[in-house]
């Protein structure tokens, strides 16, 4: 494997932050800063690791930081910042989690769940038609609630929820019609 070139971090980086507790499993920010990179954005992205207890001040910080672009956010994060954010995209709003925010130059903040979409869209690119079938789905967390308003509009038949905790599973079945 070879060695990625170093990039140099100035004032005119823009940052970004994947929000999490723990952090040590992060790899995203590796991957995201090398793409974004390759297609000419001065950007870095690093983990930062916050306890929930600490989740609304970090996001009221985040506002302050005017070099930031955004966040992603991650275990255990999805559902509560749903909360502290602006404004809820689409798939936001209906699914009530969010992992990707973009802060605005006013420090208003925009959130939307990509999980789902990018979960249904890669099942695609493997010949994975979700349409007709029935799925088992294992989680019913932040990204476990987005795969599976997700794997509904695409088609299924039939959504089967498994969670550690039946309530969670249930309350999700709830809100997808059944």
């Known amino acids: 494997m070879s060695a990625t070139p170093p990039f ?17 499993h992060i790899r995203g920010s590796v991957v995201l800063t090398r793409e ?8 870095a992205i690093s983990p930062l690791h916050v306890k929930p207890a600490d989740l ?23 559902i509560a910042v749903a909360g502290l954010i602006d404004e809820l995209l689409p798939q ?25 979409i990018g979960f249904v869209d890669g099942a695609r690119q493997s010949g994975i038609d979700f349409a007709g079938a029935r799925v088992l789905q294992l989680g019913a967390g932040g990204a476990g609630r987005s795969i599976a308003f997700s794997i509904a509009a695409a088609g299924a038949k039939a959504l089967g929820i498994a969670n550690r905790t039946a309530a969670r599973a249930e309350q999700l079945a709830q809100h997808l019609g059944g």
């Open 8 to 24: 140099e971090i100035s004032g005119k980086t823009r940052i970004m932050f994947i929000l999490a507790d723990p952090v040590a």
């Open 36 to 43: 974004l990179r390759a297609l000419g954005h001065d950007i």
């Open 56 to 78: 609304a001040q970090t996001v009221d910080a985040i506002r302050k930081f005017h070099n930031v672009a955004g966040f992603g956010i991650t275990i255990p994060h999805k």
């Open 92 to 116: 936001a709003k209906l699914v009530g989690s969010v992992n990707f925010v973009r802060r605005n130059a006013d420090g208003t903040l925009v959130g939307d769940n990509l999980d789902g």
